[in-house]
């Protein structure tokens, strides 16, 4: 497709002061927020009228929880190294750290599944179980499916989606920029989700 059909996907945009793809993904993270806004307050409503067990009362490790949030803020650091590396024209490491960001994100799921899910629901811990359960199960298995859509673009970044690089660097820079950002709000709902659900 020639540049005239899409313009704007390397140079800003004279209105935007960005590129259409960037200007694009942080519209597409307006709409998030104000999903995810809105989950906060649902729960803010049913903490104070719900079923809601006191501090320390539920069965959620703390333990398991941080290890996450370790896992996540690292991945956000990898993810700028990855972006950080393309930039520099050095694909090889650039490779490297979105592997890295990958596998972290893996093992947030791994344990988010195996050691929290499954543990749960193998005592009889189900959204059914009460109000805090329902909220706890909806919020973070939502966060779980972006962490996986996550995964699928960083895939797809690495693998059939790399010749990009070869035939346009700056472009594909671009697309691992836009997918740091995607991945840093990511995150970022995780930093609220942990306390909310774990600490409090």
């Known amino acids: 497709m020639s540049s005239e059909l899409l313009p704007h996907t390397l140079e800003p945009h004279p209105v935007t002061g960005m590129y259409n793809g960037k200007f694009g993904l942080w519209l597409f993270l307006a709409s ?13 409503l049913l903490r104070t009228h719900g079923d809601f067990p006191a501090h320390g009362e539920h069965s959620l490790s703390v333990t398991f929880g941080a290890i996450n949030t370790f896992l996540l803020i690292t991945s956000s650091v990898t993810m700028v190294m990855a972006w950080a590396s393309f930039k520099l024209n050095e694909p090889g490491k650039g490779k ?34 009460s109000t805090f359960y329902a909220i706890y199960y909806c919020m973070t298995g939502l966060h779980g499916l972006h962490i996986v859509g996550g995964i699928v673009v960083m895939l797809y970044l690495l693998l059939p989606g790399f010749g990009l690089w070869h035939k346009n660097p700056e472009q594909f820079t671009n697309r691992i920029e836009c997918t740091g950002l995607y991945w840093h709000f990511v995150d970022l709902v995780w930093i609220f989700l942990f306390p909310v659900f774990y600490l409090l």
């Open 96 to 129: 490297f750290y979105l592997l890295v960001t990958i596998l972290l994100s893996c093992a947030f799921l791994f344990i988010k599944l195996k050691f929290e899910y499954a543990h749960k629901i193998h005592d009889g811990i189900k959204p059914d179980t």
């Open 32 to 44: 998030e927020v104000m999903l995810f806004g809105a989950l906060f307050s649902a729960y803010i």
